[in-house]
T-cell receptor
Framework: GQQVMQIPQYQHVQEGEDFTTYCNSS?????IQWYKQRPGGHPVFLIQ?????EVKKQKRLTFQFGEAKKNSSLHITATQTTDVGTYFC?????????FGKGTRLSVIA | EAGVAQSPRYKIIEKRQSVAFWCNPI?????LYWYQQILGQGPKLLIQ????????DSQLPKDRFSAERLKGVDSTLKIQPAKLEDSAVYLC??????????FGPGTRLTVT
């Protein structure tokens, strides 16, 4: 079945530092979605990327889809304590959506 | 707009007992999903419905899990009999298309 790897598994940053999480697949993807899950909460949709090389921005968040449509990244500029949570990528190839294991971000004020 | 509703929020049962979870999706959302999220993992799709038909149930342990969405609106997920490894959060999500999914608050199941 579809496999997706997310790195790093954990990231601890000082408030104001940048943060990046990566999502990698061995197969070409139809699209990729990113979700955020706060501690004790449920996943909340952030964005969907569909096109090769696509870059989308949401305030301090920048999402990128690789040219080969096999990888993606989420970059947060100048992290804030409100960014704390686990960030999941969810990929779709020729199978239903498969979630990665997530990157847990903690921000030290 | 009301979100995805799930009940109960918490459930504790003994192994070999049965349990049922209920989900009411966002009005107008044709696609409904049930996920299992074990602590420290990403959500794992158990079953996907399009209206009242099953789109994918390849990861549903059919010997003990069952799900239905009879009228194409709300849905129930049942486990019978439960095992210790079924302890997890069961998330229901819905979507208008096969795009962004809206998740409910989940049911936290503990099997002792």
């Amino acid at each position: 079945g579809q496999q997706v790897m997310q790195i790093p598994q954990y990231q601890h940053v000082q408030e104001g530092e940048d943060f990046t999480t990566y999502c990698n697949s061995s197969t070409t993807l139809s699209n990729i979605q990113w979700y955020k899950q706060r501690p004790g909460g449920h996943p909340v949709f952030l964005i969907q990327l569909v096109k090769s090389g696509e870059v989308k921005k949401q305030k301090r968040l920048t999402f990128q889809f690789g040219e080969a449509k096999k990888n993606s990244s989420l970059h947060i500029t100048a992290t804030q304590t409100t960014d704390v949570g686990t960030y999941f990528c969810a990929v779709s190839g020729n199978t239903p959506l498969v979630f990665g294991k997530g990157t847990r971000l903690s921000v030290i004020a | 707009e009301a979100g995805v509703a799930q009940s109960p929020r918490y459930k504790i049962i003994e192994k070999r007992q049965s349990v049922a979870f209920w989900c009411n999706p966002i009005s107008g959302h044709a696609t409904l999903y049930w996920y299992q999220q074990i602590l420290g993992q990403g959500p794992k799709l158990l079953i996907q419905f399009q209206n009242n038909g099953v789109v994918d149930d390849s990861q549903l342990p059919k010997d003990r899990f069952s799900a239905e969405r009879l009228k194409g609106v709300d849905s129930t997920l049942k486990i019978q009999p439960a095992k210790l490894e079924d302890s997890a959060v069961y998330l229901c999500a819905s979507s208008f298309t096969e795009a962004e999914q809206y998740f409910g608050p989940g049911t936290r199941l503990t099997v002792t």
